[in-house]
């Protein structure tokens, strides 16, 4: 029986290959498109995994040097035998065969857990790694290295680029640096009654988990609007697997009815159908992973070169095909057709034996489910408002963008009917007023994949307009922090002062960048020493100030800070800041300080010289007029190395060439959240079409040509996305405000101002029309060339 | 003559070969008239009505509607031809669902170009449905429905009305008072009136009576 | 942590040196019969053995008379035989500290490379150190003893109260039937004092320590899985230290010392010493044995051992049973157990 039963509900596929194809390739896109940005997403999180882990930055506390880059031995073995427990870690750079390698050396008897190379924590025999020298480094410095040290070098994919790990005995003798470290990792759990840090170094200084060089909090901001991203992409994505499996079961209620009529139990017959149903799910779901890797494995050198660019942060370009997406990606793939299908199903077991075959209307016509529908719409509106006024913290924010989508998702269908009402009551003409009304008509059948749309055009609305937030803002930020032409970095304190003396006739103004780590309002942050010229007052521009700025600051009597400072310890405009040594000056400006972790503060260069005269800046900006003869002349007369001059124009260059690549992968995923949308308008329509034959024949047997019928049903969509289209641009909006505004805040501490871009929403509209015209021409054409025949047969009498 | 049919033949494909329909149909009808066309499951009935009223292509043979060739129109002339000089009456009430009761009346004659808002008030009120203008058809019940499709036939002042089985869906008692509605105000316009029925007693209440075997008239 | 105890596996540490090692010193010096032991130059630490510890247990008293144990341990394990200087040091050193109380149990583990100063032994003046820990005096006799974790640390005095002892025949302890030996000395006549703090505060405490020295490089037999050892102070003043090696296939090797009240010792032969365990307790997701019969038939010996506090699992990176216990039956006293490969 189970057999029979099988063969009768495949059957149904064989007889309609154009509908197992939807069904697949709606589900496959779908997982393709959550798989693809979580592949993006979690390669290049790995990545940093690997970064961190092997710096020990993310997750523990660290003392590194007050001054220099150097902690004797000594100090480590002082430090442990007064009871603390802190880690070496020395790490350098050598050159093997023209590449950089970054040698990393640590003690495995001494690191905490999770730090050092994969395969140690996982079985190569690791009393090697302390009596025999190996080093485990990237797979793709392993070769290189391997050629230019003597010891042993085992290719670790756990490894961060660039990078080879290694005993720390190891790293001293490559480094040439024995007896010396880099600073020293304070494992968590320590022992009572230790003798405080600073009576055994007082020459080291605690940097917290969080600080300074923890890659990860940069390069999360933007892992953070994939993941936004990746969140809309499946909600996109449940809304065409619900309507592919609604179309498959809709189209076989005739065939349940008759198998049930033939002795099937109902019982059995839902678990088949269930099973069919996962069956597909997993081909689907595997088609889908493997569409997803094709995406991110085109869009991950860009994500690479982008968070590279950007942050400095190394990202392998190769991509791994790892289990954990095809977990995922299947697991999207059947929790959405559970989702999606638990419904269909339990129709299917509440319909009566007897029940008409035919197709059924969709339920949601009903008005008991309309109110529902609005209830639940004003409810999720209404909670939205609550979180935006009084959630704090990322969940809330998430939550938050969640309530906005749904909301606005369930709200489009109420909000569109009116729309058509009054459409239709404004018309003149026989056709046209049946055109809107049929449209209205076609609204709850349309209206899940009208909610895709909605989704697809609003997450596209706000990610470009966040996107290019970001831009602009980081723009701004650039002309800010590198107004001068040229900045110059001078090996040491002699070479600053007669790198100052050289220049001071050839230029139009020097600013040293002199800088401290320290403390302030109890928050650790950078101490800027500024020398206050036309160069700040003319390229700053500041969140809030009380003018005049700048002298102020250059007489000492006032001080600048970030915009994360002021945040973080709850300053504002007025207040007063100690900055060192007792001396309290009011904040007379919060500057915006995009992409920075660190709270930082600015004071004049005259007032930061008195508090810190053993800080001497060896970088220096220099303004000129000419800056390739100055760059000429510094590299041929001072002997300064090319490489310790960078000329603005080029770092410029290349953070616009960055976000350029960061555009590319925008792009990307716009199109193909778009073409899914559009997908699953298609599909909705396909579905349609059959009902549709019923209600166009008595308007073709009064007169209306098919080609008539044809052009309607193309315009209604286009009509209908050019609806949901004005409706996704406020959604859009919204969903960037809250992306800027709330969640960046609570992630970072900083709020990204929100820029308008018309012309970009213009385009994504003409997208989304075209998607729209592009889904409906098929259905369209199909209609059009329906055989009267098939027309006719809705008033035969014979039916 | 209004309408004149010569030799029409239509053949469907069938899963085994070609089904001939209509194997030669001839028969004329004037304006005034009545015409009931009876005849088996499957005699070709439907497909007569079809093809007189510019739904469906005949294969051979001509039919002439006021003189004018109807059989060589293409897909624009017969749509025409529905919108202007021909109303339809089918079975399964074919009103338009998302339309409400008046806009549905409207709506041939509007298509038509020919509305005439007294006329529909008064074709309204003599089919008893005055006061179920603003309801959708799934709100009316058998009866009215057909007495609405009866209305926007009529209001477009077809020259030829069709009718196939109009009352086949209706109880007996309903059936008769609509088919009196229908034969008066038809009889009212002067127009033709050509019924598809199984009914020999509604069969007998026309002037003339044909019946089609196996496709051909008898 | 994973890493350290893969890195610990194939070497036999005292806490748990049972698995995977056969009879080959693979170029460690290895125990010979008879040895002829200098002080204090033996005190410090012999690197071209594979295996050495200071292991000191100590049983105390709170004034309101709370028993309390206490666990002071340093390993070293040399990868090779042999020292060398700084980072390259194949000497390995770990230490294990433990508080014990009825209903307390604080354990704390540390590592260290030789070499760089962060650990070691020196002879004279005698110092033991691992980072912050120490043990350490002018000499062997008096000492001072220090640990710290992340909820207890103690500074204690040890006072040697009599001789030291050598187990075997002089020193020279055999673990096997196939003749793996280690050398194996011990001071159990410290008394000791001094203050425990905890996270409820200081207590000062007194009692008696007992410490072993032992060094070698092939101290178990391939198929020996795990032992049992005692080291027991009766009221008479009397002592005894035993132990029971078990055998992968059931068989037993045991072997005891006595050391009358006088300091005097002798080996007692081999089978004379029985431990029978009597009940279990689970530990730590095990079965642990924490009640024993111990019978020296040829020292009228049939006492019941009990542990103080059957949940004294030292959990660090080989874990093991370590804690003090209550003798009872034909002596009373007290003493320490460890029991290891209780998997």
């Known amino acids: 029986m189970t057999r029979a039963c099988l063969q009768a509900l495949f059957s149904h596929w064989w007889r309609n290959p154009l509908q197992l194809f939807t069904l697949l390739a709606g589900l496959g896109l779908a997982t393709a498109l959550w798989s693809g940005v979580q592949a993006v997403n979690s390669e290049a999180r790995s990545s940093y995994d690997a970064a961190a882990a092997t710096l020990g930055e993310a997750r523990f506390d660290q003392l590194v040097p007050r001054a220099g880059d150097t902690i004797p031995q000594q100090t480590f073995v002082a430090l442990r035998r007064a009871g603390w427990k802190v880690a070496p870690v020395l790490s350098g750079t050598m050159t093997a065969n023209g590449i950089r390698v970054r040698i990393v050396g640590i003690d495995p008897l001494t690191a905490p857990g999770g730090i050092g190379p994969q395969a140690l924590e996982t079985g190569t025999d690791p009393a090697a790694f302390l009596s025999q020298p190996v080093l485990f480094a990237n797979p793709e410095v392993a070769d290189p290295l391997a050629g230019a040290v003597p010891d042993r070098v085992v290719p670790d994919k756990g490894v961060a680029p660039g990078t080879a790990l290694t005993d720390i005995g190891v790293a001293q003798r490559l480094l040439e640096r024995p007896g010396e470290l880099s600073r020293l990792i304070i494992v968590p759990r320590q022992p009572m009654g230790r003798p405080p840090l600073d009576r055994i170094a007082p020459d080291l200084l605690r940097r ?435 490489g310790a001059i960078v000329d603005q124009a080029r770092i410029k260059a290349f953070s616009m060439r960055v976000f350029e690549r960061t555009f590319t992968v925008t792009a990307a995923l716009n199109v193909l959240t ?87 929403y213009a385009v994504l509209g003409v997208c989304a029309l075209a998607a729209a015209t592009l889904a409906a021409a098929w259905p369209a054409w199909r209609l059009s060339r329906t055989p009267p025949s098939d027309l006719l047969k809705v008033f035969s009498n014979e039916r | 003559m209004l309408l004149d049919v010569d030799d029409l033949k239509k053949s469907y494909d069938g899963p085994s070969g070609p089904i001939e329909v209509l194997r030669g149909v001839s028969f004329a009808l004037d304006s005034g008239q009545t015409l009931a066309l009876t005849g088996e499951s499957g005699s070709g009935k439907s497909t007569l009505l079809h093809l007189v009223g510019g739904l469906d292509e005949a294969d051979a043979g001509t039919i002439r509607l006021g003189g004018a060739e109807v059989t060589g129109l293409n897909d624009h002339g017969r749509a025409a031809l529905r919108r202007g000089s021909v109303g339809i009456v089918f079975q399964q009430f074919n009103l338009i669902p998302s339309l409400d009761v008046d806009a549905n009346i409207a709506f041939q004659a509007r298509l038509a170009g020919a509305a005439d808002p007294d006329r529909i008030a008064r074709l309204t009120d003599a089919l008893g449905l005055a006061g179920q203008g603003a309801k959708y058809p799934e709100q009316l019940s058998g009866g009215q429905q057909q007495r609405v499709a009866i209305a926007r036939t009529l209001a477009a002042r077809p020259r030829l009305v069709l009718a196939d089985e109009p009352t086949g869906n209706l109880d007996e008692a309903t059936a008769s008072e609509v088919l009196d509605q229908m034969l008066e105000l038809v009889a009212e316009t002067g127009a033709a009136l050509m019924m598809v029925t199984h009914s020999p007693g509604l069969a007998a209440r026309m002037n003339r009576q044909l019946r089609l075997s196996a496709g051909l008239l008898q | 942590m994973a890493l350290l105890l893969i890195l610990l596996l194939p070497i036999p540490a005292a806490a748990q040196g049972f698995a995977g090692m056969g009879s080959d010193a693979e170029g460690f010096a290895v125990p010979r019969p008879d040895p002829d032991f200098t002080f204090p130059g033996d005190h410090g630490s012999h690197p071209d053995y594979r295996i050495e510890w200071w292991y000191l247990t100590a049983n105390l008293e709170a004034p309101d008379g709370t ?119 011990s001071q159990p006549h410290f008394a000791i004092e001094g203050r425990l703090a905890l996270p409820d505060g200081e207590v000062p405490v007194k009692g008696t320590a007992w410490l072993d020295r032992e060094w070698s490089s092939q101290p178990l037999a391939a198929d020996q899985d795990g032992w049992d050892w005692f080291s027991l102070s009766f009221a008479t003043g009397a002592k005894l230290m035993g132990f029971r090696l078990r055998g992968a296939a059931g068989d037993q090797f045991t072997y005891a010392t006595w050391i009358a009240p006088d300091g005097s010792a002798v080996a007692l032969d081999r089978g004379a010493f029985q431990a029978t365990p009597l009940e279990t307790t689970p530990v730590a997701g095990r079965e642990v044995p924490t009640r024993w019969r111990v019978v020296v038939p040829d020292k009228d010996v049939d006492v019941m051992v009990a542990a103080l506090n059957p949940q004294a699992w030292m959990a660090v990176s080989l874990p093991y049973w370590e804690g003090p216990v209550r003798v009872s039956g034909s002596h009373q006293g007290r003493g320490y157990l460890e029991m290891t490969g209780y998997e």
């Open chain 1, 674 to 760: 778009l073409a899914v949308a559009g997908f699953a308008m298609l599909m909705s329509l396909l579905t349609l079409a059959g009902m549709r034959v019923p209600q166009l024949a008595p308007a073709w047997a009064l007169g209306l040509t098919r080609r008539t019928l044809g052009r309607l049903e193309l315009l209604r969509a286009m009509l209908l996305a050019a609806l949901t289209m004005a409706m996704a641009l406020p959604l859009g909006l919204a969903l960037a405000w809250v992306l800027l505004a709330i969640v960046n805040v609570e992630a970072f501490g900083w709020r990204l101002p929100m820029y308008l871009f018309p012309s970009d």
């Open chain 1, 208 to 642: 917290p988990a969080q600080g300074g060089s923890d890659v990860r909090r940069l390069t999360d901001s933007f892992h953070l609007n994939l993941s936004a991203f990746g969140l809309l992409s499946f909600a996109v994505g449940i809304f065409i697997v619900h309507g592919a499996i609604g179309l498959a079961f809709e189209q076989r209620r005739a065939m349940v009815r008759t198998l049930r009529a033939l002795g099937m139990p109902l019982r059995r017959l839902v678990i088949l159908m269930a099973a069919e149903l996962l069956m597909l799910a997993l081909v689907a779901g595997a088609i889908g992973v493997l569409l997803g890797y094709a995406v991110a494995a085109a869009l991950l050198p860009d994500v690479a070169a982008t968070l590279e660019g950007l942050y400095g942060a190394q990202v392998s370009g190769a991509l791994q095909l790892r289990p954990a997406w095809w977990l995922s990606g299947l697991g999207i793939a059947m929790a959405g057709t559970v989702l999606a299908g638990a419904g269909a199903l339990w129709r299917i077991a509440r319909m009566p034996i007897l029940h008409s075959a035919g197709a059924r209307a969709w339920s949601m016509t009903s008005r008991r489910w309309r109110r529902v529908q609005a209830v639940a719409a004003v409810a999720l509106f209404l909670a939205a408002g609550i979180l935006a006024r009084h959630g704090d913290g990322l969940v809330p924010g998430f939550g938050l963008l969640a309530c906005l989508l749904l909301g606005a998702a369930l709200a489009l269908p109420l909000l569109l009917d009116p729309l058509l009402d009054v459409g239709m009551r404004r018309t003149r003409g026989v056709v046209s007023e049946w055109f809107w009304a049929d449209t209205r008509q076609q609204l709850p059948g349309l209206s899940l994949s009208l909610m895709a749309l909605l989704l697809a055009m609003a997450a596209n609305v706000g990610v470009s307009t966040m996107v290019s937030s970001f831009r602009l803002t980081f723009e701004g930020f650039l002309d800010q922090r590198l107004a001068s032409e040229l900045y110059v970095t001078a090996e040491d304190k002699a070479q600053a002062e007669e790198l100052q003396a050289f220049v001071a006739s050839r230029v139009r103004a020097v600013l040293p960048l002199l800088s401290v780590e320290t403390r302030l309002a109890g928050v650790a942050a950078d101490l800027y020493g500024a020398r206050v010229g036309p160069t700040y007052s003319e390229n700053w521009k500041f969140l809030d100030s009380r003018k005049p700025v700048w002298p102020h600051v250059a007489a000492g009597e006032a001080v600048i800070v970030n915009e994360q400072l002021a945040r973080r310890a709850g300053l504002t405009i007025g207040e007063h800041l100690d900055v060192g040594q007792g001396v309290r000056l009011p904040i007379a400006g919060i500057v915006g300080d995009y992409g920075n972790p660190v709270g930082q503060a600015v004071i004049g260069e005259a007032l930061f010289r008195k508090l810190f005269p053993e800080i001497r800046a060896t970088r220096f900006g220099l303004r000129s007029n000419d800056p390739e003869a100055l760059r000429a002349a510094l590299i041929r007369e001072l002997g300064l190395p090319p």
């Open chain 3, 67 to 185: 028993p309390y144990g206490l666990q002071w341990t340093l390993f070293r394990s040399a990868l090779a035989p042999g020292e060398r200087p700084g980072w390259q040091s194949p000497q390995i050193w770990f230490g294990h500290a433990a508080v014990t109380g009825p209903d307390l149990h604080h354990v704390a583990e540390r590592f260290a490379r030789g070499g760089i100063g962060q650990a070691g032994v020196r002879a004279a003046p005698f110092s033991a150190w691992i980072d912050d820990w120490r043990m350490e005096g002018e000499t062997f006799d008096r000492m001072r003893l220090s640990a710290s974790g992340p909820d207890f640390t103690y500074d204690m005095t040890l006072t040697a109260n009599g001789p030291l002892v050598l187990h075997g025949q002089g020193g020279h302890s055999v673990k096997s039937a196939q003749g793996q030996a280690s050398y194996y000395y």
